[in-house]
């Protein structure tokens, strides 16, 4: 079980369509939920303290996973948090185009996490960009170990995901996943290899499913705007 005193609150942010998918199937995001999910987002990255995605995600959208408009600036000093929040990369090569749009921001530190496969010309390239390289497990990474090195070095209590599909499943494969916020948008896209919410290898058996349970609904025009909790696990396995 997740031991909150060391590990940081990890809470999943993702709009998607009414058939699971949370970008067209040549994987090229393009903003499809409405201007009152936009405004959801950044109230969400307003009560982190950093936010966190995978590299494919970084290189094909234009994004700097910062806390945009000063309105949503001056909510984080109201809640005592840094102005801007920390900007975290997961990458388990190191294969981040260096000319990625959030590498143009300089607003708040950068921390990319990887692996042992990184080859030392991306390492070297990667250092020069942001302000650390963490390297958390040697082929496949070790992410309670990167969050608990994140709270301890960086003091992040809430870390904030935004995806993509790959870093979510990780995510709920290790049970690091406290918090789903779901923006479900009525729309249609199809198509088999489409990323959805939840992509990676998957489980084998549904008792492995990560489970939640839904703690508030809300419709706004024709979007609903869904929030579930993790369940925890009684000594019987069965969810509480």
């Known amino acids: 079980m997740k031991k909150t005193r060391d590990l940081p609150f990890v809470f999943v942010n993702v709009a998607m369509t009414a058939d699971g998918k949370i970008a067209p199937a040549n994987r090229h995001f393009e ?28 290189d094909l959208d234009s994004v700097n996973l910062g806390p945009g408009p000063a309105r949503y600036r001056r909510e984080r000093v109201r809640r005592r948090l840094a102005e801007y929040n920390l900007r975290i990369i997961v990458s388990g090569a190191g294969t981040i185009d260096p000319e990625a749009e959030i590498f143009k921001h300089n607003f708040s530190p950068i921390i990319i996490l990887t692996t042992g496969r990184i080859s030392r010309a991306h390492l070297a390239r990667l250092r020069s960009l942001a302000d650390e390289v963490k390297i958390c497990g040697a082929t496949e990474l070790d ?49 088999r290899t489409a990323p959805t919410l939840s992509d990676g290898i998957g489980v084998d058996r549904l008792a492995e499913a ?29 969810g509480v």
């Open 210 to 238: 990560a489970r939640f349970k839904l703690a508030s609904r809300k419709r706004i025009g024709s979007e609903l705007f869904l929030v579930y909790r993790r369940l925890t696990r009684s000594a019987s396995g069965r």
């Open 31 to 58: 903003p499809f939920g409405s201007a009152r999910d936009r405004h959801h987002l950044l109230e969400l990255r307003a009560t982190a303290d950093a936010v966190i995605s995978g590299a494919r995600t970084v």
């Open 143 to 191: 992410f309670e170990m990167a969050f608990r090195w994140l709270r301890e070095k960086w003091q992040v209590d809430r870390l904030l995901c935004e995806g993509g599909g790959e870093l979510n499943s990780a995510l709920f494969k290790a049970g690091l996943v406290d918090e789903i916020h779901l923006t479900l948008c009525p729309l249609l896209m199809g198509g």
